[in-house]
T-cell receptor, first 113, second 116 residues
Framework: NAGVTQTPKFQVLKTGQSMTLQCAQDMNHEYMSWYRQDPGMGLRLIHYSVGAGITDQGEVPNGYNVSRSTTEDFPLRLLSAAPSQTSVYFC????????????FGQGTRLTVV | QQQVKQSPQSLIVQKGGISIINCAYENTAFDYFPWYQQFPGKGPALLIAIRPDVSEKKEGRFTISFNKSAKQFSLHIMDSQPGDSATYFCAASILLGGTSYGKLTFGQGTILTVHP
């Protein structure tokens, strides 16, 4: 059972480039979310989805887009990368939004130069 | 707006000692308070959690103490071991009612180092 899989693990982008961070889960979870982790800031919610076709903004959504066309996949798109988006990104899933345990992927370390 | 404040930022304890990490929250609608443990290069994983209808929850060497009136909760690690060295995050969520859809609000994190 793979759980939550994120790709790539590391990425370097130039300012202005776009890219998509991939997230897939094989647990048939309805609820998926993206966080960014920065030193001294904890984990901050970027976007979340309560089910296929439904997404909403979190605490820090600017500069990011998401879509949820299937239950399994929840990609995060950076439209025009900026140095302020240098961070470690985590995808997480839960069975439903009322379930208590969130399962996290191993993260993507993104550097924007 | 940081709704969950965590302290200290870093903590060093000796093997066998007690590690204590504190969190304070603002939103009285929060009804679920988990702690996550993160090892270097890994994603966070649920360690222990509490609901506000109890004042303490213990699982092995890990205990959550909860003070509803003070809007504070803390993680105690008894007999700390080098293998406990990790980053710990407290969090809060509204699971029942409201329109927040169970969003987790995390504290800033505490880097725990346990010396042998």
């Amino acid at each position: 059972n793979a759980g939550v899989t994120q790709t790539p693990k590391f990425q370097v982008l130039k300012t202005g480039q776009s890219m998509t961070l991939q997230c897939a889960q094989d647990m048939n979870h309805e609820y998926m979310s993206w966080y960014r982790q920065d030193p001294g800031m904890g984990l901050r919610l970027i976007h979340y989805s309560v089910g296929a076709g439904i997404t909403d903004q979190g605490e820090v959504p600017n500069g990011y887009n998401v879509s949820r066309s299937t239950t399994e996949d929840f990609p995060l798109r950076l439209l025009s990368a900026a140095p302020s988006q240098t961070s470690v990104y985590f995808c997480a899933s839960r069975r439903t939004f009322r379930d208590t345990e969130a399962f996290f992927g191993q993260g993507t370390r993104l550097t924007v130069v | 707006q940081q709704q969950v404040k965590q302290s200290p930022q870093s903590l060093i304890v000796q093997k066998g000692g007690i590690s204590i990490i504190n969190c304070a929250y603002e939103n009285t609608a929060f009804d679920y308070f988990p702690w996550y443990q993160q090892f270097p290069g890994k994603g966070p994983a649920l360690l222990i959690a509490i609901r506000p209808d109890v004042s303490e929850k213990k699982e092995g060497r890990f205990t959550i103490s909860f003070n509803k009136s003070a809007k504070q909760f803390s993680l105690h690690i008894m007999d700390s071991q080098p293998g406990d060295s990790a980053t710990y995050f407290c969090a809060a969520s509204i699971l029942l009612g409201g329109t927040s859809y169970g969003k987790l609000t995390f504290g800033q994190g505490t880097i725990l180092t346990v010396h042998p």
